[in-house]
């Protein structure tokens, strides 16, 4: 059993930064991580994910290149770093984990074993 627990949302204005943490109760080093957010009136989306050493990345189109996601294993934390932030970024951001093998889809919610209750973001104009 895995807990997590997310930091670092917030209000900010649009072009802004963010840096949101997700530390967990238990050794992750064994488990893909990712940062999902649900949108107000939408379905919860994959924004990014990380292999079990953090070493490989994978973002949705919509961030790439704006936010960056990272992993420390000796503390037990997962993060992403959210630069120029847009009103449509808002939402509610949770982290997700799952034990590490080959060939899982990274960004689709059902691989994940593990929830944060997640920390909301908010963008303004």
């Known amino acids: 059993q895995v807990q997590l627990v997310e930091s670092g949302g917030g209000s900010v204005q649009a072009g802004g930064s963010l840096r949101l943490s997700c530390t967990a109760s238990?050794?992750?080093?064994?488990?893909?991580m990712g940062w999902f957010r649900q949108a107000p009136g939408k379905e919860r989306e994959g924004i990014a994910a990380?292999?079990?050493?953090?070493?490989?990345?994978w973002y949705a189109g919509a961030v790439k290149g704006r936010f960056t996601i990272s992993k420390d294993n000796a503390k037990k934390t997962l993060y992403l770093e959210m630069d120029s932030l847009k009103p449509e970024d808002t939402g509610v951001y949770s982290c997700?984990?799952?034990?590490?093998?080959?060939?899982?889809?990274?960004?689709?919610?059902?691989?994940?074993?593990?929830w944060g209750r997640g920390t909301q973001v908010t963008v303004s104009s």
């Open positions: 990380i292999d079990s050493d953090g070493r490989a990345p």
């Open positions: 997700a984990a799952a034990d590490w093998r080959s060939g899982l889809w990274v960004m689709r919610a059902t691989t994940y074993t593990y």
């Open positions: 238990s050794y992750i080093g064994n488990k893909l």
